[in-house]
């Protein structure tokens, strides 16, 4: 995912990745797009309250998050790339 992201290559957007969002340490972010991207593994599958906590933590600070599974990014990283796309696009 990485090195998808990396370089502004997704519509020219600038990712950082291991960010902390104090409490929290989210896997993506766009500052200019205000963008979370969270890749999520399978032991979320049990986390879904404790996910979402976090994201609605994130979201009053005037972020927005996508998440996807680890699967998604696996099986259909252009799709994924996409939407990630798509979310920065609509913040510009």
Not at 6 to 28: E, H, L, M, T
Not at 36 to 43: A, P, S
Request: hydrophobic share 40%; glycine share 6%; aromatic share 8%.
């Amino acid at each position: 995912m990485w090195r998808a992201i990396r370089s502004n290559q997704v519509f020219g957007a600038k990712f950082k990745r291991q960010v902390p969002v104090s409490p929290y340490i989210v896997d993506f972010y766009c500052e200019e797009a205000n963008l979370i991207v969270e890749v999520d593994g399978g032991q979320h599958m049990e986390r879904i309250e404790e996910d979402e906590v976090r994201t609605q933590f994130l979201e009053r600070r005037g972020n927005r998050v996508a998440r996807f599974t680890n699967i998604d990014v696996l099986t259909n990283l252009e799709g994924v790339l996409e939407v990630i796309g798509q979310r920065v696009n609509e913040r510009r």
